[in-house]
């Protein structure tokens, strides 16, 4: 793995436990946003908002949150309403979404 994928893959496990008391097991957090990111695609394959959706999944906080979040900031067009929405939620994620952010870049 080259250190840009294991940077990509830490910032990403650290977004998905932000917030949580403990870190989710890889498996639950494969599991979750494989879940999200499969909504969000049903959700653009039918040609609709995801913004309803997601603000749906921010009110149940915990990983299916961050998770939505993610599957959210990865649609191109919408990253940006995607993280501001999160910030506004939750500003003490912001290093953790921030980080996310930039790996994905």
């Known amino acids: 793995m ?14 998905l436990g932000a917030g949580l008391l403990q870190p989710p ?3 639950l957090a494969v599991a979750v946003l494989f879940g999200a990111r499969r909504i969000v695609a049903s959700h653009q394959a039918r040609g609709e908002s995801i913004s309803a959706w997601l ?5 149940l906080h915990g990983i299916r949150e961050n998770a939505a979040t993610l599957a959210a900031v990865e649609v191109p067009g919408y990253r940006h309403q995607a993280a501001q929405t ?3 939620h939750h500003p003490d994620r912001r290093k953790a979404l921030n980080d996310m952010l930039d790996a994905l870049s």
């Open 2 to 15: 080259s250190l840009d994928e294991e940077r990509r893959r830490d910032a990403v496990i650290a977004f």
């Open 55 to 59: 603000t749906s999944e921010i009110r």
């Open 86 to 88: 999160y910030a506004l």
């Open 25 to 27: 097991s890889p498996a």
